[in-house]
């Protein structure tokens, strides 16, 4: 009947507008249940059981067997790590991909079966999901102890998949790929002939002290290709030329020139390259964001036009505010905005909107909030209010700052002179008193400042709550280490007692104080500059550091896979089985002597966790481990240190000019926004999606069919 | 009288368009005897004596007394270095200096008196010169004992003060200085509240199993100071942690937090700053040159406007073609240039030039030669023709790169294959017949290339010119090879012989086989690409080379007078003076402990020659020294590596970025061109100076008068 239409009509109205908020694809099923289905699938509570299924699974890792979760890292030294019994680690996984199963057959219902065959990422999910179930009951069935867990690897894929930022940011890695290939390729080649130039120049000679070069790093072609390699990571730079420079300084010619080709040239290069890809990188996928907003928006507008309630008036469609009203009252949306848009509804008082005032209605969701500060109290005695203005003067902060600085000085100096001293011989009486002094006057002025300012102003601004919180801790320290070990008086060196010694808290203390210091970055405008950037960088990068993590974990499982049983504790006597210990001493000197030449120990572990480093000294068997190794090490380095770093000097740089450009237009910096968002930071250069554009995209729906 | 004024019209008019030809300015002297001055001081002679004579007195560094120019740089090996008699170098000097004197004069008398006093740079010359000299005399009165020099940490001045390029580079370096030190401060602040949080963190425990990390890094403030620096350069990466990480995992947290903010952040921020100052630094540049060029053309149109014989016609001020004839048979310039010019002005056909016709003229000196290649030779007979269509034929060149590609490839496994053979085992035998072949083929092609081409077109392709050379050389060292040890045949294993040994013959073969692949580059697009964006690199970084020069070569005179005597030749006898050798020999271990430790070693040599360890491990006054190589290495470390890497990153990135964009402009890359200049990339973007721009700085001019 009408009645269930327009029902349905207010529904799809509502879930448009939501997926507007939330930037979604607007491309899914639109009957009743369907919507019923997505708005519950979408929900918080179903989006968080997500999340956290897929943070139990990646979590699994840190406790399953192989993994050296202990809290020193020393081989020699650890405790082994608690080995959970067979079967508990693999039942949390099966519930995990029993979510995911639900998760990936509603996401597919909801966009609809054609779509789904257009959809790569879902079969790749489905095909993840097989696999890993496949290697599951592979693995029960063999109780554990099978050797390799492909599922493992395959895991980082759930963390992937669900998030459309990573998705996104993967397809541009993937367009800057060809480019990057041609250097990476250049730099082979690069390689490649400075090294046949190399083999060449330091030949073995048959005099054996001319010779050192050859011995140490251009014995063969492995191994000079290696060196030039690390030569490449500036990890061996001085040493692999020393032999040679020694004979004679010409030929630190090959190794210079080498360098400055491989180095600076071809590596910054990459830079060049990535950064040039990515200046328009952050401009399109916001631009694209704006896009879809506008679209669920408008087709919001489209559904609710073609209700029946509406008079069937001139060619012109338009929605009746009664509707919109409706609808607004059940959709999820931030209640500031809501508020925003239903006043200006109601200013508006007119009955129908057109499309074009629909869309400027929303406009309002584009807008960041303005921050109001709550007023400070108004105070009716004369005193009072010469009070107020002293203490709600910067130069109180400014004060703040400088008796901070002053706190800081004193516990340099007494870090210096104590610096040699024995602890016994330490005398805690001197920091004890400066610092209760300086803590009673931060919370002098932490009272004062609520005085001043109320205490909602007063906690309204980020950099008083930073302070406050961190006053508040060092009371409540200070006054626990009075409660402990009485008030200092010189030759104040009491015993251990409680949980924590008096230098402990005293070097907590310090700590916090030294953290403190960390409120004067508002007050430096280069500095605020600089913060603020970061902090954008940070929101910007939240796509790229997913992605960084699921590459980390794949790396970190092969590398467990790969080196698992590599680590021999050595210095004490667990050797493992059948080798007489001293063959595996001389093995052990050779692995050490070979990566200590290489440099490839400082090098990979460099780019990796410390723990590689006593899988690679203390491997059994050296040659294959260390080719394996190699080319883990060169692949890791690759990805890691070239590739991602290259990325994030590209985002920043475009952060950075973009900052720094509207700083020079707008030259006040005194109030900061923290809340500046991507979109917002480029809302000048932003264009509209034009009428035609949406009307098109609102026609290719696939389970939309609009009236006209 | 009026033949004599128009004369000096006429020089007047010579010498502005030759400075505008060279891109100088015009604010010199003009009359007669200054006029043939200036041009005397700007002949190509006067200015390569003054270019031999900086070139002469900064190469004095390398044979005065505490230089260290021997082949070995091992001092334990080397020789004493050639020490010059007293008076020879100075002499030298003194002739430099005279030729100095002579160019400040001349320098200061042309552009007058009153300029004179505006100039610092001529100021900051006469100053130098006078210290100097004074120092010189100091020097000649000791005899040449005394030990310091600061005439000698002056003289990249001279060189510096001889380009404008390089003034105008450093002039925008120190505009970008302000915020570059906001940056430095900012590490500052980062690296002092790390360090306190350090000493705080790894303190001295009761317990010395405890605390390796406080022993070797964290001692007391230098120390900590100093792994921290250390750590922001990457060179003491893992190490440093290593100790802390080994009792608890968590303290990595702490050193990743470093490293995040201090290299990834902080250290690209630099980047991100000096590549946002440098932004528009090549444009403006090539901008100023561009007004200089019209400003010099435009002075010579109104010194030629004045003549008497013009007739005084109507308000518009012209020149006669007779008169720009005249200046342009005197003037020195391309004759390229000349020609084209006198071309446009015979067809122009009009008696009388306005200022707009007179610039347009002009405009031939923006454009670059447009290199055309001769024509291939027409032969007669069928046969020839189609021998020429084949050799002629893009693929012949690729089939010449496929047999190089093969030479290279049976050049790489004869390596791999002798790799650890004795010298004495070798058989030169197969790579002596298989390179006597691949080289007789390289014959073929280019005696087969000049064919179908024509000596004089195969000529002007640089890539054939390399290959045509390099294909010589083989051919000579080939010859010789046989004439000396004979044909090649199995077991060819003859004595030495001659200047070389066939080992060496045959390796200098491979080596230039090695570099004649090269050739490849112009066949692959994205090579060609980036090899072309090197050379316009190249020639733009000309100034900051020079730069470099400049402040190399000031730290290496300054490291020299600091660490001069502290190289100790260790392992044979020869120890300095009154010290017990063993005492020398614990000092040598104490330091050699202490900069392992803090890896100073590969950090500071990796950025200085490496005749520096050897001044770092040979010490005698360990603490002076020390702190001292401290000051100059950190010093070093941030001219060098962050500032001078960090402007090298932004103009690559400036002109790849251009390039690239012009790339996808004209998608054909196929005729590269080796002649653009900088002013050429840009000249699409430049802005002509106008009309009341060029009248007003005429009217400024400190020694010209205009009529009106």
Redesign the interface.
């Known amino acids: 009947g009408a009645g269930a239409d327009n029902d349905l009509y207010i529904n799809q109205a509502i879930v448009f507008i939501e997926d507007a908020i939330q930037y979604r694809s607007i491309n899914h099923r639109v009957d009743s249940k369907s919507l019923w289905l997505y708005r519950w699938y979408y929900s918080r509570t179903c989006q968080w059981i997500l999340s956290l299924t897929i943070t139990v699974i990646l979590a699994l890792a840190f406790i399953e067997e192989p993994s050296s979760l202990?809290?020193?890292?020393?081989v020699r030294?650890r405790l082994p790590a608690w080995n959970p019994p067979c079967g508990l680690t693999e039942s949390i996984e099966l519930l995990c991909f029993l979510v995911f199963v639900v998760d990936v057959s509603v996401k597919s219902y909801l966009i609809g079966w054609k779509e789904f065959w257009k959809n790569k990422w879902l079969m790749a999910y489905i095909l993840t999901l097989i696999v890993s179930l496949t290697d599951w009951i592979v693995s029960l069935s063999f109780f554990c102890k099978e050797s390799v867990r492909i599922r493992r690897i395959l895991r980082p894929f759930f963390l992937l998949q669900n998030s459309s930022m990573m998705k996104k940011t993967l397809k541009s890695i993937n367009s800057t790929l060809p480019?990057m290939a041609?250097?990476v390729l250049?730099l082979a080649v690069h390689l490649s002939?400075f090294t046949?130039?190399a083999?060449?120049?330091f030949?073995?000679?048959?005099d054996n002290q001319q010779d050192k070069e050859w011995v140490v790093y251009f014995?063969?072609?492995p191994d000079s290709l290696t060196s030039l390699l690390v030569l490449l990571t500036?990890a061996n730079?001085?040493?692999v030329?020393?032999p040679a420079?020694?004979?004679?300084?010409a030929y630190?010619i090959f190794f210079i020139l080498f360098t400055v080709l491989g180095n600076?040239?071809?590596m910054?290069?990459l830079?060049?390259?990535i950064?040039?890809q990515f200046?328009g990188y952050l401009l399109k996928s916001v631009q694209s964001s704006l896009f879809r907003r506008r679209l669920g928006i408008r087709a919001a507008f489209e559904v609710l036009s073609s209700l029946k309630e509406t008079p069937a008036s001139a060619q012109q469609s338009c929605v009746s505010v009664g509707a919109l009203l409706q609808v607004l009252q059940k959709a999820e949306m931030d209640s500031r905005c809501k508020q925003a848009i239903m006043r200006s509804l109601k200013m508006c008082s007119c009955d129908q909107l057109s499309a074009a005032q629909f869309q400027k209605l929303f406009e309002e969701l584009d807008k960041d909030a303005i921050k109001q500060h709550p007023p400070s109290p108004e105070y009716q005695s004369h005193f009072m209010q010469k009070m107020q203005f002293a203490f709600g003067h910067p130069y109180f902060g400014y004060l703040g700052n400088v008796v901070a600085l002053a706190n800081?000085i004193s516990?340099?100096v007494v870090?210096?002179m104590d610096?040699?001293?024995?602890?016994?011989e330490r005398d805690d009486f001197f920091l004890g008193a400066i610092n209760c002094f300086f803590i009673l006057y931060y919370l002098l002025e932490m009272l004062l400042k609520i005085l001043a300012m109320g205490l909602k102003r007063y906690l309204s601004y980020p950099s008083n709550r930073f302070d406050g919180l961190l006053t508040v801790i060092l009371l409540i320290l200070e006054i626990a280490t009075f409660a402990v070990y009485g008030f200092p008086h010189p030759g104040w060196r009491p015993e251990f007692m409680g949980l924590l010694s008096l230098?402990d808290m005293v070097?907590l203390v310090?700590?916090l104080i030294?953290?403190r210091?960390?409120r004067i970055i508002p007050n430096m405008k280069?500095?605020a500059l600089?913060v603020t950037?970061?902090l954008d960088?940070v929101k910007n990068l939240r796509a790229f550091a997913g992605i960084l993590v699921v590459v980390f974990y794949a790396f970190a499982i092969t590398g467990i896979m790969l080196f698992k049983g590599a680590v021999v504790p050595l210095g004490n006597t667990r050797y493992i089985g059948n080798k007489p210990s001293a063959s595996v001493f001389s093995l052990w000197v050779n692995i050490v002597l070979y990566f200590k030449e290489k440099n490839v120990?400082?090098w990979c572990?460099?780019h990796f966790?410390?723990e590689v480093?006593y899988c690679l000294l203390y491997v059994l068997s050296v040659h294959l481990i260390c080719r394996w190794a190699k080319i883990y090490f060169v692949a890791w380095w690759l990805i890691s240190s070239v590739i991602w770093?290259n990325l994030?000097?590209a985002l920043?740089?475009e952060n950075?000019?973009h900052k720094?450009d509207r700083r020079c237009q707008r030259e006040s910096l005194s109030d900061i926004e923290y809340q500046r968002t991507v979109e917002l930071m480029f809302r000048d250069v932003l264009e509209e999606p034009t009428e035609e554009e949406l009307m098109e995209k609102l026609h290719q729906h696939p389970h939309l069919q609009l009236c006209r």
Not at 419 to 424: F, G, I, T, V
Request: aromatic share 14%; hydrophobic share 55%; charged share 15%.
């Open positions: 202990t809290v020193t890292s020393d030294y480019e041609s250097v250049l002939l046949m130039f083999m060449l120049l030949a073995r000679t048959k014995r063969n072609l500036t730079n001085p040493d030329m020393i420079y020694s004979k004679n300084r630190s600076l040239f071809l910054n290069l830079t060049a390259i950064y040039n200046r800081i516990i340099c870090l210096v610096a040699d001293k024995q602890p016994s230098w070097r310090n700590m030294v953290f210091f960390l280069f500095m600089v950037t970061l960088l120990i400082s572990s460099a966790q410390a480093i770093v994030f000097v920043l740089l950075f000019i720094w």
